[in-house]
């Protein structure tokens, strides 16, 4: 893939997809704080449809991309568009292993968590669309475990592949030591949401206690 470079002094067009729309609104403001001149927000999208409605219409030349969104995922978004000069900047709550080595190996540039500062995501922006590989400090060894052989990532697939990308994350989160009214604010879920996709985890991976997760997301470097 080839991008055409933007001229120097020129923000970075961007598009901005997650599916939380309060998400989206504080990136956009982040942005355009600390990153006038630099970066410019010309279109937001919260599902697979509109990502790549957004990517064809505006031409950016970063798409800023949640890993788990309704119609498929951010691979999907990446998948359903070929030849776009845009390139891809993975932003998410997860830093799991096959989150991470999954988007890499489905297009994407760089993978970010969503703890990173307001100037940090400029700066990863800008060195995006010039055409470097950004990741948090501790994603990057993800990736060069998986392609040292080191992690098996059709193992840990098998394993999530039993659930939703909902569960998934409400699994990470629980399995780090956090409560269940932590994980609903963190979501944007209700308690009783997360206690129904708890209760899901545990069936489907036949567990039986929150202890047991931990060690068992732990065991496959999930956390």
């Given at each position: 893939m080839t991008t055409t470079p933007t001229?120097?002094?020129?923000?970075?067009?961007?598009?901005?997809?997650?599916?939380?729309?309060?998400?989206?609104?504080?990136?956009?403001?982040?942005?355009?704080?600390?990153?006038?001149?630099?970066?410019?927000?010309?279109?937001e999208a919260a599902d697979v449809d509109e990502a790549v409605a957004a990517v064809a219409t505006h031409e950016p030349e970063v798409?800023?991309?949640?890993?788990?969104?309704?119609?498929?995922?951010?691979?999907?978004?990446?998948?359903?568009?070929?030849?776009?000069?845009?390139?891809?900047?993975?932003?998410?709550?997860?830093?799991?292993?096959?989150?991470?080595?999954?988007?890499?190996r489905g297009g994407a540039r760089g993978y970010v968590t969503k703890t990173i500062t307001g100037p940090e995501l400029v700066a990863a922006i800008r060195r995006v669309s010039e055409g470097d590989a950004v990741f948090s400090p501790r994603l990057a060894g993800f990736v060069l475990d998986a392609f040292a052989g080191s992690i098996d990532v059709a193992a840990v697939d098998e394993d999530l592949d039993r659930l939703t990308e909902r569960e998934r994350e409400v699994m990470r989160l629980i399995a780090r030591g956090y409560a269940y009214k932590?994980?609903?604010?963190?979501?944007?879920?209700?308690?009783?949401?997360?206690?129904?996709?708890?209760?899901?985890?545990?069936?489907k991976l036949q567990l039986s206690s929150r202890h047991e997760l931990t060690r068992w997301a732990n065991d496959r470097r999930l956390l």
């Open positions: 001229p120097d002094g020129a923000p970075v067009r961007v598009v901005v997809v997650d599916d939380h729309a309060m998400f989206r609104s504080g990136v956009r403001a982040e942005l355009t704080s600390v990153g006038a001149g630099q970066v410019e927000v010309v279109a798409v800023l991309l949640d890993v788990h969104l309704p119609g498929g995922g951010g691979v999907e978004v990446m998948r359903r568009s070929p030849g776009t000069p845009a390139r891809f900047l993975a932003l998410s709550v997860s830093d799991a292993a096959e989150d991470v080595i999954g988007t890499i932590e994980v609903a604010k963190e979501l944007f879920i209700s308690i009783k949401t997360v206690e129904t996709h708890m209760s899901s985890v545990l069936r």
